[in-house]
C-alpha cells in the first residue's frame, strides 16, 4: 500500500521554521540562495513532506534543501 505524501498545515509551519532557523545559522551552505525562494515549497505538500521524512529520520535537510528545493523552483538551476 503507498504511503501518502502529506503534512498538515501545523507540520508545515514547525518544519519550515525549523528550516528557517537551520538555513540562517549556515548561510555560509547556501551562497546566492534566499530564504523567500524556499518558502515557496509551503505550497507543496510533497516536497514538504519529503524534507519532513528527512527531519524526521535524524536527518539534515538543511545540507540537501539547495537540491531539494532549486529542483523544484527553478527547474535545476542554481
Not at 503507498?2 to 508545515?12: D, F, P, S
Not at 519550515?16 to 515557496?40: C, D, P, Q, V, Y
Not at 524534507?51 to 545540507?63: F, Q, V
Amino acid at each position: 500500500m503507498k504511503r501518502a505524501k502529506y503534512i498538515n498545515a501545523k507540520q508545515g509551519e514547525e518544519l519550515l521554521s525549523a528550516l528557517k532557523a537551520r538555513f540562517e545559522k549556515n548561510m555560509n551552505r547556501h551562497t546566492g540562495l534566499e530564504w523567500a525562494k524556499i518558502a515557496k515549497l509551503e505550497a507543496n505538500t510533497e516536497k514538504l513532506w519529503s524534507l519532513n521524512e528527512m527531519e524526521r529520520t535524524g536527518g539534515e535537510p538543511d545540507e540537501d534543501i539547495e537540491v531539494v528545493c532549486c529542483r523544484h523552483l527553478t527547474g535545476g538551476e542554481r
